[in-house]
């Protein structure tokens, strides 16, 4: 019965996962929507079913019918591989996050942290091919602002979580949420959290660090020659990817699946895991609606010259912290 184990109830767990991820990205842009029509006292989407909560389904049916077209220019099997490749990271990286109290999403590895910085760095690949497959000189900007981006915040995101590994003391996640951590853990968790948010968007280029498809610069960056369903795959990887983005914050910094009566009643975890990754969507579009883009070179100066020290100092002082205090 090894084989049920290790293979198919995974692979049953994976496709429900997939399934739930899928449907919570064509929900999370009808979110942002109606959040940022609220922000901007306006209505948002209200034809397409009550409340518009169809619109996402017109959208997929839209973008599935809109006609298929390959500029002759482009390098195609790369062009056509570089969406999947910037999707299949933001669902492969759930594999090692606690969806209950002792349930992962897929398996408990004893690697999770190390699973999530090997995954994360993928994601750039597609951004890069995209842009350099296509052959097009706003799409190669695009892209090498991408590149840049993402690997320059790579380096303090690495070092913060470093640090939380110091203070959780294993590489496994699961383990992260069902120990136990002193009052002081926590609070010097959430001193990193506002830095460690910041980091994320730039990673996962959102508002207002979305300089790689700036429509007033690049017309629309890396996705410049990509439309219908391609173009889809790509908006798809970024929704997934908040989502899943969220999921990682919400275990690292706010217990993931914890919550009253959660480790009684195994149904709740996934409940309360959801409300926070919910939470800190809302906090993703509350950016978006407020906050107006920097010049490039900020971008870059902030990362280089303020995160990356703060978050070396940071890494200092916990491991003086673990060491005396733990």
Avoid at 159 to 179: D, K
Avoid at 247 to 261: E, Y
């Amino acid at each position: 019965m090894d084989w049920l184990n290790f293979i198919v109830f995974p692979a049953i767990r994976a496709l429900i996962l997939i399934v739930v991820l899928l449907t919570g990205f064509a929900y999370l842009t009808w979110f942002e929507r109606k959040l940022l029509a609220r922000f901007q006292v306006r209505y948002g989407p209200n034809r397409a079913g009550t409340f518009g909560l169809l619109q996402p389904v017109a959208d997929a049916v839209k973008a599935i019918f809109k006609e298929e077209i390959i500029p002759n220019h482009v390098d195609k099997p790369v062009y056509l591989l570089a969406p999947v490749l910037a999707l299949v990271p933001a669902l492969v990286v759930w594999a090692v996050i606690p969806v209950a109290n002792g349930i992962p999403a897929i398996a408990d590895v004893p690697i999770g942290f190390l699973w999530i910085l090997a995954i994360a760095g993928v994601e750039s690949y597609g951004i890069i091919l995209a842009g350099w497959s296509s052959n097009n000189n706003y799409s190669l900007l695009g892209a090498l602002r991408s590149s840049a981006q993402m690997i320059s915040y790579e380096l303090p995101l690495g070092l913060f979580l470093v640090s939380i590994l110091m203070l959780a003391g294993s590489f496994s996640l699961v383990e992260l949420v069902e120990n136990s951590r002193p009052w002081w853990v926590w609070l010097w968790l959430w001193i990193a959290f506002p830095f460690f948010f910041i980091c994320i968007l730039a990673e996962n280029n959102r508002s207002p660090f979305d300089l790689p498809e700036t429509e007033n610069e690049l017309v629309a960056g890396f996705q410049t020659e990509y439309g219908g369903i391609k173009f889809a795959v790509f908006f798809i990887a970024e929704y997934v990817n908040m989502i899943t983005l969220s999921a990682i914050m919400a275990t690292l910094f706010f217990g993931g699946w914890r919550g009253p009566f959660a480790e009684q009643f195994v149904f709740l975890g996934p409940i309360y895991l959801g409300l926070k990754i919910i939470a800190l969507l809302f906090l993703y579009v509350w950016i978006r609606a407020s906050i107006g883009r920097p010049r490039y070179d900020q971008l870059m100066s902030f990362c280089w010259k303020f995160l990356l020290p703060l978050s070396l100092v940071y890494m200092l002082i916990t491991s003086v912290l673990v060491v005396f205090f733990k």
